[in-house]
């Protein structure tokens, strides 16, 4: 897959560190000869990002809080500045309270509601929005990355699987307005996985380790997996993909119950 998407650029958003899934998908399409533009949020986050944006030859980073629309203007009007159209932007940014990823859904709070509701959900329509102009004139794709506690129950995941689930929804709904400008929207939905985010949730390590053994293939998505998986979507092979949840799960969601030497 060396070079397929040579000449092509983009926004990569949400990369903590060097095993977030989004890193994973930015070495990957950075491999596949793509141009990468990168956003982080706050001093802290800057610092770790900017060595990793250096490794694959990157030298644009803007901070953008997603709440705030001040900023993902300031972001996008720098992006603009730099590159008048992109090819594509991936969006992995989510967020609750960690306090709130333990215990019952039902104690969930009005406030962490509505902030994750904002950050992991509704983000994602501010910044099609803003990309939209930047892509229009020959189309390009936009990638979230989403989880099966959207449709599944999945302990302690709680409110992220309701805004999981809001963000599945926003992703068709977007595909449908974009599409008639030629600009596909999909999300990946990859397995548990041992990021910065996986580990905020309650049991993770449990969780981990019940998918390993009871996937079809036995095994846990990686970030390869996961990036390649980007690559082809954003590339000409994903032309007639678009409003789609793609897992990467090692076969998971196919299960109706553990495997027999797990039971």
């Known amino acids: 897959m060396s070079n397929i998407l040579s000449g092509q650029r983009g926004l990569i958003m949400g990369v903590a560190n060097d095993r977030s899934i989004a890193w994973g998908i930015a070495r990957a399409l950075h491999e596949a000869g793509a141009e990468l533009a990168f956003t982080h949020q706050g001093e802290a986050f800057g610092k770790r990002l900017e060595p990793l944006a250096q490794s694959i030859g990157s030298d644009f980073m803007v901070d953008v809080d997603v709440t705030d629309d001040a900023s993902l203007e300031a972001a996008f009007a720098a992006l603009a500045e730099r590159w008048p159209t992109i090819d594509f932007l991936v969006h992995a940014i989510a967020y609750s309270d960690k306090s709130e990823l333990t215990g019952r859904f039902l104690n969930t709070s009005r406030a962490n509601f509505k902030n994750s509701m904002d950050i992991s959900a509704y983000s994602f329509i501010e910044v099609a929005r803003r990309a939209h102009p930047l892509m229009r004139e020959k189309g390009g794709t936009l990638l979230t990355l989403t989880y099966q506690g959207s449709t599944r129950v999945v302990p302690n995941y709680n409110v992220m699987g309701v805004a999981k689930a809001a963000l599945e929804a ?90 027999p030497d797990q039971m």
């Open 170 to 259: 926003a992703t068709r709904y977007l595909a449908n307005d974009l599409g008639p400008d030629g600009i596909r929207v999909n999300a990946i939905s990859p397995g548990p996985m041992k990021t910065l985010a996986g580990a905020a949730i309650g049991g993770a390590r449990r969780t981990y380790k019940h998918t390993e053994l009871n996937t079809p293939l036995r095994r846990n998505a990686t970030l390869e997996a996961v990036g390649g998986t980007a690559v082809y979507l954003v590339s000409d092979a994903g032309s007639c993909t678009t409003g789609e949840i793609i897992r990467v799960d090692g076969g998971y969601h196919v299960l109706g119950m553990p495997q």
